[in-house]
């Protein structure tokens, strides 16, 4: 069992897995990675199973000091990572010392960065994942959902294959890509303007958002159907409030909502978002559910084939 010490944390480091399945009939929502993509390659990166828990560390803020010498895995964004004061980039595999720190101080590119440890950090399963939810008291460290804090130890155990991330895999996060999003039910309810504007206009990225969602600020969106009964809401879900302004849902979002959807946005499309800041601009793009299914199997298909 080896074990790093946390010498600094905020509210948005959280344990976080693949996340919590076959419980939202009971109002528990899924939790996990924002980011899945960053995740499940950290975890390549040590030959780990790509949803072994890992640290979500949103906007850095984050030390830690290994208590023995170790080999860990960093993906995602890059938060200013320093070993000893010494940079450490993102995307890559690396070795602390004992004693040695690692900091991950402040937003360069990206907003979120994951590290992994050899066979993923111990934290008990509560319905089945790890995964940090705080609004409902779930996951984490010991189970009651908190954010990691200064002075708990993080444990891990497991061998240590590690890997180089190849380089033409390794996302471009100032390169700007459109949002994939597969129609949903009530699109056809909304007036033709507002679906013009919502595939061919730009949406700001509101600082009201969290792990649960993000507000889109841009053209007013107008619903002209019936008024809806409360219904599940899937992952990425992008609801439109009665001020017309889109809110694209979350790990952590609620499981049942009334107000109509444009849509859902794909997985990958989601992975890209997590890594945006407020004040982004983004697009949003129009695809059919075929066209989603192929991208996510040709993107799982480049873990199978390293």
């Not at 050899?118 to 940090?132: C, E, I, K, M, W």
């Not at 600020?217 to 992008?238: D, N, T």
Request: aromatic share 6%; net charge neutral; hydrophobic share 40%.
């Amino acid at each position: 069992m080896s074990r790093l010490s946390i010498k600094a944390s905020t509210p948005l480091c959280l344990l976080q897995d693949g996340g919590r399945f076959g419980v939202r009939h009971l109002g528990v929502t899924q939790g996990g990675a924002a980011d899945w993509l960053s995740m499940a390659w950290a975890n390549w990166m040590l030959g780990n199973a790509l949803d072994a828990t890992a640290v979500e560390i949103t906007l850095g803020g984050f030390t830690v000091e290994a208590e023995e010498d170790c080999v860990l895995a960093l993906a995602g964004a890059d938060l200013g990572a320093r070993v000893d004061g010494q940079a450490v980039a993102s995307w890559r595999y690396f070795s602390l010392r004992k004693g040695q720190t690692l900091a991950l101080t402040q937003p360069v590119l990206g907003a979120r960065a994951y590290l992994a440890a050899p066979g993923g950090f111990d934290a008990p399963a509560v319905l089945g994942s790890r995964a940090t939810v705080v609004r409902e008291e779930l996951g984490g460290l010991d189970g009651l959902g908190r954010a990691l804090g200064r002075g708990e130890h993080l444990s891990y155990s497991g061998p240590v294959t590690p890997r180089p991330m190849p380089g033409r895999l390794i996302p471009d996060f100032q390169q700007t890509q459109p949002l994939d999003l597969i129609l949903g039910a009530q699109n056809g309810a909304f007036g033709g303007q507002s679906l013009f504007d919502a595939f061919n206009s730009p949406w700001t990225l509101d600082s009201r958002a969290d792990r649960m969602g993000i507000r889109l600020l841009g053209a007013e969106l107008k619903y002209q159907g019936p008024a809806m009964i409360s219904e599940g809401i899937p992952l990425g879900a992008v609801q439109v409030p009665p001020d017309g302004q889109p809110i694209v849902l979350l790990n952590d979002r609620q499981t049942i909502g009334g107000y109509p959807r444009l849509g859902a946005l794909t997985p990958l499309a989601l992975a890209r978002l997590a890594q945006c800041l407020p004040g982004t601009q983004v697009r949003l793009r129009p695809v059919v559910q075929e066209v989603a299914h192929r991208q996510q199997v040709e993107c799982l298909r480049g873990f199978l084939d390293r």
